[in-house]
Each structure stands twice: as C-alpha cells, then as structure tokens.
Nanobody, 119 residues
Framework: QVQLVESGGGLVQPGGSLRLSCVASGSAFSIYAMGWYRQAPGKQRELVAE???????NYADSVKGRFTISRDSAKNTVYLQMSSLKPEDTAVYCC?????????????WGQGTQVTVSS
C-alpha cells in the first residue's frame, strides 16, 4: 500500500504564498514521479506541477513563474511552493504519485487539501 499525506493548505490573501507538502509512506518504492493536481468547483482536474525521478519538472502554463515544485527523495516527499497566489488558484490540491513496476504504471492519490485565495 501507498499512503500520501498532504499538509500546508489553508486560506491566504491574493499575492500571498503557501507551501504544500506531501509525504509518501508504505510501499512507496520505484517512484516514477510525484506531483500535484488541482480541481476547482465546476472544473476538471488539472496537472499543476510534477517532478520525475530524473529531476525533470513539468508545470501548467497558468502557474509557471509562480509555483515551484521540489522533492526530497530520501524522505519520499514533494513540495509545492506557491507564490503570487491568485483567486483562480483556489481549488482542492491533491498529491499524486506514479510508480512504474516492471513497465506497468500505477497511480496513487492523496485525500486532497483545500487552498483558498481570497480577501
């Protein structure tokens, strides 16, 4: 089993900053990538940022220059530093972990943490 525990969500004002953390535990080996997705009411879930095992990163165009994803492989932890937050960033943010075992992909999700950007 793989367990993903997220933290760091909350209420911030526009222009503020927030850092999300996600710790993977259990049988979290052979990690291919870890990242963050978000889903706002009435919208589809979208990729926010992802970092692969080789260190490559991928960001949604809407967050480039504002968000930074980083990882601590020794702790199986991924972070999302969010700056210059906008009301449009309000969503439930879910941690995602991808494993590749013998060429077979597996996808795991955290429970989600609410990020609200509002005055």
């Amino acid at each position: 089993q793989v367990q993903l525990v997220e933290s760091g969500g909350g209420l911030v004002q526009p222009g503020g900053s927030l850092r999300l953390s996600c710790v993977a535990s259990g049988s979290a080996f052979s990690i291919y990538a870890m990242g963050w997705y978000r889903q706002a009411p009435g919208k589809q879930r979208e990729l926010v940022a992802e970092v692969s095992s080789d260190g490559n990163t991928n960001y949604a165009d809407s967050v480039k220059g504002r968000f930074t994803i980083s990882r601590d492989s020794a702790k199986n932890t991924v972070y999302l530093q969010m700056s210059s937050l906008k009301p449009e960033d309000t969503a439930v943010y879910c941690c995602n972990l991808k494993r590749l075992l013998f060429g077979v992909p597996y996808n795991y999700w955290g429970q989600g943490t609410q990020v609200t950007v509002s005055s």
